[in-house]
Every structure is written in structure tokens, then in C-alpha cells.
């Protein structure tokens, strides 16, 4: 397989009342590895990079292809998590990640996709959750003239979502943001992301999550409040813990705590979504 050919993305789901903590295994993103911020993998050293806004973890080849259904007969709300290594990173023991969640968590269920299922779960056990990484299908593409949502996510459209969180942003080369790619960019990254909204919900029933990036990219964040705004739906604010050194662990990841700050973040905006399912109350204060 070519360096940049990429494995149709594969639908990554769960039922959170019978499955609550479990995520199943990652879904495609592309084969292989390209540069970010740095220029060759740089090895984990355990703490925080001074620069907050430096981000060392290649783009690709950070999942291997798995494929999950989801129950078509469901009638529980459907949640889709789009995101990149935050919300999944497979095993990569080159740069010193052998786990298989959100980076820079110490344990699966401290991410934020999974401290999210769990709060899911105790007000709409019936729920689904369907999670695609875009690191390499979106986030490190989409400025190709060949490609396409057809082309990455024809699952996703299947899955039909009430709800879509989209938090990525940070593997767009930064070359983008003050306007210097060569070549130039074939669409805006807010083409893209309307483009990928109108895909996965052709109908335009669901509601969707656009939050602002762990990293601060202005310009990113700009065109997802704006396609949020034309679409009306919700753009999710992190400006007021993003830059915190607490909040980053391992990789210049969001740690334990950023994690936490991030599931408490969305969820302000995701459980007025959830109505409650008969017989099950909403918790005044769910961890």
C-alpha cells in the first residue's frame, strides 16, 4: 500500500446500556506517516512540551482498519464522535504509546469519548455511539482535489446520528492557516466540514457539536463557528482551559484533566439533547 492511499473509515460503535465502557477497536484512517509540527516521530519524554501549542504525534498511521456494526433496529439516540488522536490513538510504540484510546489519557475510561459514553449511558442506556478518527481521512486530506466524503465515509451516513461531536483541527498543516500550501488548498477546511455535516446527516435532522481545537488555531476555529452558525447548530468554546498547563499531559495531549475539562465541556451542550428514556431519571451530578 502507498504511503498515502487510504482504507475506506469503518464504523467504531457500541451500545452504551449493554457495552458502557467498551470501545471497540479503531476504526481505518490512512496507512503510513507524514509530518506536523515535527518533522520525524519524537520519542515521549512524560511532561508537557514548554510550547503548549506544539503538537509532536505524527498525522497518520495512528489506527489500525476494524470494522464494528451498529444495530440498525435501534431506536436509542445516535451519537457520533469525529475526532483525531484525542479522541483515538491506536498503539504506536515508535514515539512510546502501546495504549489504544484517547492520547494522552493513563486509562481508557478517562478519555473524553469515554467519560462521555458513561454519562450517555445513565440517562439513555438505549444509546449508540459510532466514533470516527480523521486524522488522516479528513484532517490531513481534505485540501486534495480527489478527496471526498463518498470516497472516506460512506458508513457514516449509514449510521444515522442525532448527534455529531466533531473536535479536530490540530494535524490541518499550519501552512493552511496563513494562507501559504503549495499548492494551494482545492477547498476550505469550512467546505470540508460542511461537506462531512451534510454527509453523515443528508436529511438535517441531527444536531451537531462543533468545539473549538485543544490547540489554538484561530483561524480553524473561525471557519467552524461559521459553519456552525450557517447550519445552526452549536459551537463548543475550550479558550478557557486549552492554554492551561495542567490540562496537558503526555505527547502535549490533553491529560487526565484536560480530558475531564473537555467531557464537561461538550457535555453542557450534549445532554440537553438526550431526553431521558421512560423510567430513567437524569443524575443531578454525574461523574
Not at 486530506?141 to 463518498?150: A, L, N, T, V
Amino acid at each position: 500500500m502507498k504511503p498515502e492511499e487510504t482504507f475506506e473509515s469503518q464504523p467504531n460503535t457500541m451500545n452504551v446500556g449493554t457495552i458502557t465502557m467498551a470501545l471497540a477497536l479503531a476504526l481505518a484512517t490512512t496507512a503510513g506517516h507524514a509530518q506536523t509540527d515535527a518533522a520525524v516521530p519524537a520519542k515521549d519524554t512524560g511532561t508537557p512540551a514548554a510550547d503548549l501549542q506544539y503538537n509532536p504525534v505524527p498525522a497518520l498511521g495512528q489506527n489500525a482498519q476494524d470494522q464494528a456494526a451498529f444495530d440498525p433496529e435501534g431506536t436509542g439516540p445516535r451519537i457520533l464522535f469525529v475526532g483525531n488522536s484525542i479522541t483515538l490513538h491506536g498503539p504506536r510504540p515508535e514515539i512510546g504509546w502501546s495504549n489504544n484510546w484517547g492520547m494522552a489519557a493513563s486509562a481508557a475510561d478517562r478519555d473524553y469519548v469515554h467519560l462521555l459514553q458513561k454519562r450517555i449511558a445513565s440517562v439513555r442506556p438505549d444509546a449508540q455511539c459510532c466514533l470516527v478518527q480523521v486524522a488522516g481521512t479528513l484532517e490531513r486530506s481534505f485540501f486534495k482535489p480527489d478527496w471526498s466524503c463518498e470516497a472516506n465515509f460512506r458508513w457514516a451516513r449509514e449510521f444515522k446520528p442525532d448527534v455529531v461531536v466533531l473536535f479536530f483541527g490540530a494535524n490541518v498543516p499550519r501552512e493552511y492557516d496563513d494562507g501559504t500550501m503549495a499548492p494551494p488548498p482545492a477547498r476550505s477546511f469550512a467546505d470540508a466540514l460542511d461537506a462531512f455535516r451534510g454527509w453523515v446527516d443528508p436529511e438535517g435532522k441531527a444536531t451537531a457539536l462543533f468545539c473549538q481545537g485543544f490547540y489554538v488555531r484561530p483561524a480553524l476555529d473561525a471557519e467552524k463557528e461559521r459553519v456552525a452558525a450557517k447550519r445552526g447548530d452549536v459551537f463548543v468554546k475550550l479558550e478557557d482551559f486549552r492554554d492551561r498547563a495542567d490540562a496537558h499531559g503526555r505527547f502535549n495531549h490533553p491529560g487526565d484533566l484536560g480530558m475531564q475539562l473537555i467531557a464537561d465541556r461538550i457535555w453542557e451542550h450534549l445532554e440537553p439533547l438526550l431526553a431521558p428514556a421512560p423510567g430513567v431519571n437524569a443524575p443531578e451530578n454525574c461523574p
